[in-house]
């Protein structure tokens, strides 16, 4: 491999229970008020990060934080993640304006999003 295949952790995705409160905690914690704000997703940009508050785990059924590595091809980067023992959870998918996101399993059962703006 030559060069980095990611730009590193630039989003992370929280499961809540309760939307209104935890947007009201993780407003407190950042000092600002969320630029997306729907009964589905709540998502916070700050200092470069992007803070996503998925009520009830969404559809993919999250159960602890997701962090997703940004990526510049995202098929070939979970093609190498497979090919190395890692297994696909999510598929690649569109989640709207051109953004497409996949997760993978470590050996261990750690969750690794991956995410690529075309």
């Given at each position: 491999?030559?060069?980095?295949?990611?730009?590193?952790?630039?989003?992370?995705?929280?499961?809540?229970?309760?939307?209104?409160?935890?947007?009201?905690?993780?407003a407190?914690?950042?000092?600002i008020?969320?630029?997306?704000?729907?009964?589905y997703?709540?998502?916070?940009?700050?200092e470069?990060?992007h803070i996503?508050?998925?009520?009830?785990?969404?559809?993919?059924?999250?159960?602890?934080?997701?962090?997703?590595?940004?990526?510049?091809?995202?098929?070939?980067?979970?093609?190498?993640?497979?090919?190395?023992?890692?297994?696909?959870?999510?598929?690649?998918?569109?989640?709207?304006?051109?953004?497409?996101?996949?997760?993978?399993?470590?050996?261990d059962?750690?969750?690794?999003?991956?995410?690529q703006?075309?």
């Open positions: 491999m030559t060069g980095s295949s990611t730009q590193g952790i630039k989003t992370v995705l929280h499961p809540v229970s309760d939307l209104a409160r935890a947007k009201a905690v993780y407190a914690l950042l000092g008020a969320p630029q997306v704000d729907t009964a997703y709540v998502g916070f940009e700050a470069g990060q996503g508050l998925v009520p009830g785990g969404g559809p993919q059924g999250m159960t602890s934080p997701v962090a997703y590595w940004h990526v510049h091809d995202i098929e070939a980067t979970l093609a190498e993640m497979t090919a190395a023992g890692g297994t696909v959870k999510e598929a690649v998918h569109e989640v709207g304006a051109g953004r497409v996101v996949a997760t993978v399993v470590d050996p059962g750690n969750v690794l999003g991956l995410l703006d075309r």
